[in-house]
């Protein structure tokens, strides 16, 4: 184990740390005001780790949702994931063993971070991959355990609670803001949403607007890496 990989590590996903925390305590708090305890949110956020789809899986669980709806709403949900994995091939390759669970913890916030330019010792980039996979998780599962645990015990109104997802994202985005100086990725991305979301409407726009911004990203990138 390289010490300053782990410290880079720790010290990149602290943000990630504090939202989760925050969310997975509004996650924990949901799913305890359902009648689910502390085993049900660490098995959710083991298993299933799916952020917003872990809001809409208590919906699910509780109206008695088949198995089929579950699926189709898990897959809609989660679609944009499709388009992270497939630029995450090639900075995945020859990952070995730990590249299903890679794969598996790919949430926006890892996906940011590993995505970042970062300055590495040569070598050492499938480790900060995977550290960075596992701290998210780890911040994810306590957060949404100890909410469960608060929520049995404390009142709490849980109207609204699920935007922290949101919150959480804009404070990525906007991180990812000042410490780059190209800002052209963030401002095409926001973009294309808008685009996506006057044409197709607030239900339908979700795919499309990931699928265009993927592909816009995928050219520029290959733009910029042509001019330098």
């Keep these: 184990m390289s010490r300053s990989v782990l410290k880079k590590a720790i010290t990149d996903t602290f943000p990630v740390l504090t939202g989760y925390l925050v969310i997975g305590l509004s996650f924990g708090i949901v799913l305890s005001s359902r009648g689910y305890g502390p085993l049900w949110a660490a098995g959710s956020s083991l298993f299933i780790y799916a952020g ?124 990812q803001w000042l410490s780059s100086d190209d800002h052209v990725p963030v401002l095409m991305s926001i973009g294309i949403s808008v685009l996506c979301r006057l044409v197709f409407g607030a239900d339908q726009f979700l795919i499309p607007a990931i699928a265009l911004i993927w592909l816009a990203l995928t050219l520029y990138r290959k733009r910029s890496e042509g001019k330098a």
């Design 52 to 175: 917003t789809m872990q809001f809409v899986a208590v919906e699910l669980m509780c109206s008695g949702a088949s198995l089929l709806t579950t699926a189709l709403t898990t897959l809609a949900v989660n679609m944009r994931h499709l388009f992270y994995g497939l630029s995450m091939i090639e900075r995945y390759r020859d990952t070995g063993k730990a590249k299903p669970y890679l794969i598996f913890g790919l949430t926006d916030e890892t996906f940011s971070l590993v995505c970042a330019p970062t300055a590495l010792e040569p070598g050492k980039e499938k480790l900060y991959y995977f550290l960075v996979t596992l701290f998210d998780q780890l911040y994810w599962v306590l957060g949404s355990v100890l909410g469960c645990a608060l929520g049995a015990v404390l009142p709490f109104n849980t109207k609204g609670i699920d935007f922290a997802l949101t919150a959480l994202f804009v404070s990525v985005v906007t991180e």
